[in-house]
Nanobody, 123 residues
Framework: QVQLVDTGGGLVQAGGSLRLSCSAS????????MRWYRQSPGSQRELVAAITSDDSTSYGDSVKGRFTISKVDGQNTVYLQMNSLSPEDTAVYYCNADVTYLRGRNSYANQYWGQGTQVTVSS
């Protein structure tokens, strides 16, 4: 039905940058919002950034001014540009989306998650 694939993680030195990508595929009718969450060992999953269908954005306090979320509508893709990375940003990053999709002749709404991509920032 619907699948989210998030990519772009890796190992980077403190002060460096990475760009994460998340692509949604399937019988998608619309996506009302896409988000990035992150989770480090022993911590709860936290919201990093969100973007709605009308391009309204919001950010967690710890990433404001450093991270930028953007999307490409026709491709159902969202990006997270991460600059000035610090070791505290080390986590698994997950894409999340609110999707309306078609199955048969009916439409359904559900929330989906990507598989996660590891970001490691060395000091």
């Amino acid at each position: 039905q619907v699948q989210l694939v998030d990519t772009g993680g890796g190992l980077v030195q403190a002060g460096g940058s990475l760009r994460l990508s998340c692509s949604a595929s399937g019988t998608i009718l619309s996506i009302s919002a896409m988000r990035w969450y992150r989770q480090s060992p022993g911590s709860q999953r936290e919201l990093v950034a969100a973007i709605t269908s009308d391009d309204s954005t919001s950010y967690g306090d710890s990433v404001k001014g450093r991270f930028t979320i953007s999307k490409v509508d026709g491709q159902n893709t969202v990006y997270l540009q991460m600059n000035s990375l610090s070791p505290e940003d080390t986590a698994v990053y997950y894409c999340n989306a609110d999707v309306t999709y078609l199955r048969g002749r009916n439409s359904y709404a559900n929330q989906y998650w990507g598989q996660g991509t590891q970001v490691t920032v060395s000091s």
